[in-house]
């Protein structure tokens, strides 16, 4: 099926955020497109997907939403977040920025706000129908069919269509069924974290303020644990605690009592308790979901399905990039329908281009979970980030980007995978000088940067040897 011919029917299973994005861009290009999710519409019921309540929206998922001319009305729903607020146990903080140049941020918004917008945009093309509490109980993979159960007659219906995209998230049920093939080969995997997540709120001021500094993502480290709070445009602040099942010291298992909730939070998180009067209740009433990594391939099969978004490489969210990563997806995607004349070239384009880089970003979110709970309040990290923070605001992207910036404020065309390698050799750089004294926060810029990269060439020569 040639990706020109626009009597293509198009089935996409999931209409979350990267599956309603990828439906509207298809619509827009002209493609008869058909969504089923499984959940009900959440513009007009309550629907409890078990996920974060907010996100973290940076320079690559914008980029995606500009494709589809949603920048403007998608900037309304955010709130700037400048830095991470760091607060200690004694509840003194500090800022420490994203970025050392001006109007480069990350963007608090709320998910179910973001995925309304999205549905009632495609919802405005005549060809695109969206099916809500449907859900899929089979695929057919080499006849782009999938069976699911009809919510309204009660009955088993087919869909059959010419090309089928998986966005059904990190328990898709369309790469569920790649992994059942025989005939191609397929790897699949989950890696969980020891660690769940619970999420908390603060509540607005009586005049619908904020509590504690609006514009930041506030973290408290506390070593194999800590908390995160991300406002919301109310006046709230969603928090999330991520924390170990079992384990020696804190631990949801060993959290269990009134009594107990309360003196791990006046011990670790004291000047969090005023802000919440029901804290012991929320605690009690909240799930803790796992926390896991998907790593599969190929991500198509028999050139008529593709999976992408979380379905094909969901990852920890201590990056703030799953839905980044998701939405360019569907950049990545459309560029490729342009270039190509077929979708057997763009799926396996798409998967050679993409799947390097979400391993990438994987092993970032990783890095980055030890790195938000242990490294923040460390005087070295603190001295690199200084030193990173004077060198952007001094040079050009093209001379210098911190790793945190290749990844979420990308110059054009740097990858995932290039932010990886490029910003670990220059990290480890950076504190390798840091404690041999070679550096100093307060150096010559230019005598900064010719040695940081100068290390940093070593640092990737070593690895590449």
């Known amino acids: 099926m040639e990706t020109s011919n626009l009597e293509t029917k198009i089935l996409v299973a999931g209409a ?3 599956g309603s994005l990828l439906g509207l861009r298809l619509a827009q290009r002209g493609y008869h497109v058909d969504i089923l999710e499984k959940r009900p519409d959440m513009r007009t019921k309550t629907v409890d997907g078990g996920r974060s309540i907010n996100l973290a929206l940076s320079d690559r998922g ?3 939403l500009e494709l589809v001319g949603l920048g403007d009305k998608v900037r309304e729903l955010c709130i700037p977040m400048h830095g991470r607020l760091i607060h200690d146990k004694e509840g003194n903080t500090f800022l420490s920025k994203y970025s050392g140049r001006e109007g480069e941020y990350i963007n608090s918004i709320s998910r179910e706000e973001l995925n309304k917008l999205l549905l009632n945009e495609a919802d405005q093309y005549d060809k695109v129908q969206i099916d809500f509490d449907d859900a899929v109980t089979a695929v057919d993979l080499k006849n782009a069919s999938l069976t699911y159960h009809d919510s309204e007659s009660d009955t088993e219906k087919t869909w059959q269509a010419d090309v089928v995209f998986g966005t059904d ?8 069924t790649m992994e059942k093939q025989r005939d191609f ?3 699949h995997s989950i890696n969980w974290l020891p660690h769940g997540y619970k999420e908390l709120s603060i509540p607005p001021t009586e005049d619908g303020g904020w509590r504690i500094h609006k514009n930041a993502l506030h973290i408290w480290p506390r070593g194999g644990f800590m908390l995160i709070a991300l406002p919301n445009l109310d006046g709230s602040f969603t928090l999330t605690l991520f924390l170990q099942y079992s384990g020696e010291g804190y631990s949801f298992d060993s959290i269990k009592t009134d009594k107990e909730i309360l003196d791990f939070f006046k011990s670790e998180f004291p000047d969090v308790v005023p802000h919440i009067p029901d804290l012991v209740q929320q605690f009690h009433d909240n799930p803790a979901p796992p926390l896991g990594t998907v790593r599969c391939e190929p991500w198509s099969a028999y050139d008529k399905s593709l999976i992408l978004g979380d379905a094909a ?12 990563a998701s939405f360019e997806d569907v950049a990545v ?3 490729l329908i342009d270039a190509h004349d077929s979708w057997e070239k763009v799926m396996n384009q798409f998967s050679k281009l993409r799947k390097p880089d979400a391993d990438a970003i994987a092993d970032l979110a990783l890095d980055n979970f030890v790195e938000m709970r242990d490294s923040v309040a460390h ?6 980030r200084q030193i990173e923070m004077r060198l952007e605001s001094a040079f050009a992207k093209a001379k210098y980007q911190s790793k945190y910036s290749m990844v979420t404020f990308p110059a054009e065309r740097v990858s995932y995978k290039d932010a990886l390698v490029k910003g670990r050799a220059q990290d ?5 000088l840091l404690k041999e004294n070679q550096i100093q926060v307060d150096d010559d810029l230019h005598e900064l940067l010719d040695k940081i990269n100068q290390k940093t060439q070593e640092v990737m020569w070593l690895r590449e040897k």
Not at 379 to 384: A, E, L, M, N
Request: hydrophobic letters at 45%; aromatic letters at 12%; glycine letters at 14%.
């Open 379 to 384: 005087p070295d990290f603190q001295k690199k």
């Open 62 to 64: 914008l980029k995606g």
């Open 313 to 324: 490489h969901a990852i920890v969210p201590f990056y703030g990039q799953g839905m980044n």
């Open 16 to 18: 979350g955020l990267c």
């Open 169 to 176: 998230g990190a328990g898709s049920v369309v790469r569920k």
């Open 428 to 432: 480890k750089a950076i504190l390798w």
């Open 333 to 335: 995607l459309d560029a």
């Open 185 to 187: 080969l397929f790897s």
